[in-house]
């Protein structure tokens, strides 16, 4: 874990280093192993997840402090003692097609399946609710 870290750590850095001094650079990463599979609710791995942060995004994030803070999600507020309601950004797929709360709906189910690998991770949430196409409620276990 030290080592990955010191990697890191040494990538940020450089491209630190790059873009302070102007000029373009390329930062290459070449990690000891493959992602195992780039399907979010496909694996549990440290590695697999970290590949799948470089490519999903996902209704909140974590800021610089830790912070919770809104990523896919514009802005989101408890509504009530096990509901949370998300407001979502405008944002697109990558074929061009506009995210809505239907597809945020389809992940949270999808992630709650018995086959999904990251359902561990859901345990607190009950399911998943559209309110219209850019508002779905996330309510969870009491």
Known sequence: MVNVFARLMLSALLVAAAS???TAATLRYAPESDALTLDP?????ARTQMVQGWIYEGLVRFDREMRVR????ESYARTAPDTWRFRLRAARFHDG???TAD???FSVQRALSPRSAVRVLFTSVKEARKG????V?????V
């Open 41 to 45: 609710h496909g694996a549990l791995v």
């Open 132 to 135: 219209d196409d850019s508002t």
């Open 137 to 141: 409620d996330i309510v969870t276990h």
């Open 70 to 73: 809104p990523a896919l999600a």
């Open 97 to 99: 097609t506009m995210m």
């Open 20 to 22: 302070a001094s102007g």
């Open 103 to 105: 597809d945020v709906v």
